[in-house]
């Protein structure tokens, strides 16, 4: 942590100088074509300097997604997208690649079949079946894990119905998840995993409030320990003024056992996290509570990880005492004109403790986060993000920095 990281200090401020430059605007309305392509390429440095290790995990990874995006008519589309990723050098553990003297960076070369789905939408209902991208409310509990190069994606069919205002009701059948690892993972499990999950969703949205109600029935066929049944409420809030004022996200759950999960268990979740808005700078309080009995804890494997406990993924996989993580974040632009107005910040910091007792008040560690982002023109876009865990208790001192350029758009092939 010392020669790199000048030589890393100095990378982020080119990245910075670079954020600077000036936008151009260039997009192709294509969103009434009968057929279009879309692209989506990801060029990110990663290097991680953690104590267990003797080496620094480098990792220059290109990511490009092509997708052909069809319109029917009469409410039919499909979805067919194929995702590739190439590195530059070798020197950090992708989990394909056997390089286990170095830290882990999970973005393997190799390339997938990403997204291939079906779907029909009408006035109030509609249904989508085959491989696809699933979000569901912060995802939490079910999402893309979208920040690796290679995303988290599922086999099913989801069905969503628009009974009233303001109503939406959802169910989604899963048979598989191929996760962001990669079908070249070494471990057979970290490739894909055969479900029989069933994901019941219904949500509620009034003026700036929202309160969702869930119930996730979790069966994984091939690591019966991982098979959970998840219900819980959500309720989050708005700010009232358009310029800012008080906002508010709160959530409730309960984990238990399911399926031929041999083990017997129920944690409990909770969230609270009040914010509050003003002069275009938010600020927020979090504690967030992961139930654990000193044997077993709550776990979120369908679900988007690297955005929850810390951008150092120190807690991925809870520890068997649970996990309390309180924090405090802010996020704003760096001012409100000119090139300052286009640099969007964050910071955070958390602290990690245990929730089980019986070792008392267990201390695992604290976090800053960090981050500096722009658009540099229509579809293209630069960050600069840092992590820097300190250990006190579980695992190691992790410092992690991240250069990323991403270019997306869409071009109609027919009219």
């Known amino acids: 942590m010392t020669v790199k990281h000048k030589v890393l200090s100095a990378s982020c401020l080119l990245a910075v100088g670079m954020l600077t430059l000036p936008a151009h605007a260039a997009t192709t309305d294509a969103a009434a074509a009968p057929l279009q392509l879309e692209w989506d390429m990801r060029a990110r440095h990663e290097q991680v300097d953690n104590d267990a290790f003797s080496r620094d995990a480098r990792a220059d990874t290109l990511r490009l997604r092509l997708g052909l995006r069809a319109s029917f008519g009469d409410g039919w589309s499909a979805l067919l997208e194929g995702a590739g990723v190439a590195s530059a050098g070798n020197d950090y553990n992708s989990g394909a690649n056997g390089r286990t003297r170095y830290p882990g960076i999970t973005d393997p070369r190799g390339s997938e079949l990403n997204q291939a789905w079906l779907a029909w939408q009408g006035d109030t209902f509609g249904v989508t079946a085959g491989r696809r991208r699933l979000l569901l409310d912060n995802q939490r509990w079910v999402g893309n894990s979208g920040w690796r190069q290679h995303e988290q994606t599922f086999d099913g069919i989801g ?7 303001g109503w939406t009701l959802r169910y989604d059948w899963l048979d598989r998840v191929h996760r962001v690892a ?56 708005k700010p009232a003024a358009t310029d800012g004022g008080f906002g508010w996200a709160l959530e409730a759950a309960q984990q238990r056992d399911y399926a031929s999960n041999p083990q017997s268990f129920a944690h409990t979740y909770w969230l609270a996290e009040p914010s509050w808005t003003q002069y275009g700078v938010t600020a927020k309080l979090g504690w967030e509570h992961l139930g654990g009995n000193g044997h077993h804890a709550l776990q ?72 500096l982002s722009a658009p540099l023109t229509d579809g293209l876009s630069a960050l600069v993000k840092v992590s820097d865990y300190r250990a006190d208790g579980f695992g190691r001192d992790d410092a992690r920095l991240w250069l990323q350029l991403e270019w997306h758009g869409r071009q109609p092939l027919l009219r």
């Open 159 to 165: 069905v969503q119905w628009q009974p009233a205002s």
């Open 182 to 237: 990669g079908r070249d993972a070494l471990n057979p499990q970290a490739r894909e995993r055969r479900l029989d999950t069933h994901l019941l969703n219904a949500s509620y949205v009034h003026g700036r409030q929202q309160w969702t109600g869930y119930t996730y029935l979790h069966d994984d066929r091939d690591v019966a320990t991982a098979s959970t049944v998840t219900s819980g409420l959500r309720w989050t809030g």
């Open 300 to 371: 979120t494997p369908p679900g988007t990880l690297h955005a929850f406990n810390g951008w150092a993924d120190q807690f991925n996989v809870t520890p068997a005492g649970g996990l309390d993580d309180r924090y405090v974040a802010f996020n704003g632009n760096l001012g409100q004109h000119g090139v300052a107005a286009r640099l969007g910040w964050v910071v955070g910091w958390h602290d990690y403790r245990a929730t089980h007792r019986t070792d008392g008040d267990r201390h695992y560690g604290s976090e800053w986060n960090a981050s």
